[in-house]
């Protein structure tokens, strides 16, 4: 049962995750395919607009002519420093960079353009641009083309703020730019000598571009959510639904179980009465016969009991448990008569030793007579003796009748006694010869008692023997 539990419980987790995996891995092939088109129409018309306004010019409208000024203007110069003088050159142009970025940053004309674009088209007003110098070539003397600007590499003048993976930041304010949000990369160039060409980007996004995407894709999420929530409601309905008919069935096996655990007692005794009245000396007396006749229709009145009352376990509680007066002593005789018949030929004895006074006492004498059985079979197969010894005991006390059932068997260690009464549970001590049952004798006793309104004790010494306890309220 419980291998099967396991790979059930495996199988449903295993569907589980992979459904749920299936459910993640589209949903994220949604988020996915959303970045890649989010604001395809707003950068289209970005575009469009921008790259009319610089369509003779370069970086922003006008920049070209702070970009001349300082790259055209010191060319013939900075050809010179190349040709003759490798660390001057690097020094001259770090200075003529240094000051064009200054000034593209100072006579940047984009944040009016790009404002003017969000108002004609009606763009959100959140949206924020990113405009990047990307490289600078010279081209010298006889196509000589020379890189004196390349990004992710260290410039002195250019503080870390202004760098970008992409190159040296001129104007905007989006701070982290990714490519998706790419409006245009431009590079403007030409063949002749003496010369420049230039690479630079417009980038243009929201600074949260995730959230927003996120919150665009909340209708997806959320039915992905109420997906997998269904799947979990349903696994937890259909694996309580199993869980229930998993118990039922147990319930139907244990009932079966305890079934014939209590059959084979009274079985028993009707079958060695049987046998002795079978004994030609027996016979002889006709007085013997009579003792075992009543000892036969009582024990076939309980097998008629077994049938009426067993086959209807929820009857042992206290509301509706069918109980009778009885006189606890003659009960008890009747019981230990009943089962030394069974007992005959072995060296056992369960001896009584009854309370000089009458105990009248409310109990259900089906129930009653299974828990002593039980206990009485417990204390046999639990006994190691060659003298096997079972003493019943009756004591008024406090207005409290203790029926003490003691016996000389091996005993139950401390740490086990608080588990004997749980449902198949059976000690098995190591070493000793394996010892047959269901493990359900000493939990119907416990359910008996409980039914009652009893309590029990148990004491216990191994190698001596252990005493149980029932407690009637007189």
Not at 15 to 29: E, H
Not at 229 to 258: E, G, H, P
Not at 273 to 284: C, F, P, S, V
Not at 353 to 363: C, D, S
Request: glycine share 4%; hydrophobic share 40%.
């Amino acid at each position: 049962m419980t291998y099967t539990l396991g790979v059930h419980k495996s199988i449903s987790l295993l569907g589980f995750v992979v459904l749920t995996s299936v459910l993640f891995y589209l949903t994220y092939n949604t988020f996915r395919l959303r970045n890649e088109q989010y604001q395809a129409v707003e950068k289209a018309l970005i575009n469009e607009r921008y790259t009319q306004r610089i369509r003779n010019d370069k970086v922003f409208p006008g920049g070209v002519a702070i970009t001349d000024r300082y790259l055209m203007t010191h060319i013939h110069a900075l050809e010179a420093a190349y040709q003759h003088d490798l660390d001057s050159f690097e020094r001259y142009k770090n200075r003529v960079l240094d000051s064009m970025f200054h000034s593209l940053r100072a006579g940047n004309t984009m944040d009016s353009l790009f404002a003017e674009i969000k108002t004609e088209y009606h763009l959100d007003p959140e949206l924020e641009y990113l405009l990047t110098i990307n490289s600078i070539q010279l081209v010298f003397s006889n196509d000589n083309v020379v890189d004196i600007y390349r990004p992710n590499q260290p410039y002195p003048f250019m503080p870390d703020s202004l760098g970008t993976r992409y190159g040296m930041y001129i104007g905007g304010a989006l701070r982290r730019p990714l490519p998706q949000n790419q409006i245009t990369r431009l590079t403007v160039s030409s063949t002749s000598d003496y010369n420049y060409w230039m690479t630079f980007s417009l980038h243009a996004d929201h600074q949260n571009r995730i959230w927003h995407i996120v919150q665009l894709m909340m209708p997806t999420f959320l039915l992905a959510l109420f997906a997998i929530s269904c799947v979990v409601f349903i696994y937890y309905v259909t694996y309580r639904n199993w869980l229930r008919q998993r118990k039922l069935a147990d319930m139907k096996s244990d009932f079966l179980n305890s079934i014939t655990h209590e059959f084979n007692t009274p079985l028993s005794t009707i079958i060695v009465a049987t046998k002795n009245m079978q004994n030609d000396k027996i016979l002889a007396d006709g007085e013997n016969i009579k003792p075992l006749t009543k000892i036969i229709e009582r024990q076939s009145l309980r097998l008629q009991k077994l049938f009426d009352q067993v086959m209807d376990i929820t009857k042992m509680d206290n509301t509706s448990l069918q109980k009778e007066p009885c006189e606890l002593n003659q009960l008890l005789d009747e019981i230990i008569t009943d089962y030394n018949v069974k007992l005959s030929a072995q060296d056992i004895a369960v001896r009584l030793n009854a309370a000089k006074a009458p105990l009248i006492v409310e109990l259900n004498r089906f129930f009653f007579t299974t828990m002593l059985f039980n206990l009485f079979d417990n204390a046999i197969k639990y006994n190691s003796s060659e003298h096997k010894r079972i003493t019943v005991d009756p004591e008024v006390s406090d207005g409290v009748i203790n029926l003490q059932i003691s016996d000389n068997g091996t005993g139950i260690p401390d740490s086990e006694i608080e588990h004997i009464f749980e449902k198949f549970y059976r000690f098995q001590r190591q070493g000793a010869p394996h010892v047959s049952g269901l493990g359900l004798g000493l939990y119907y006793t416990y359910q008996c008692i409980k039914s009652h309104g009893w309590t029990l004790s148990v004491a216990s010494k191994e190698q001596v023997g252990s005493r149980f306890t029932i407690h009637i309220p007189l």
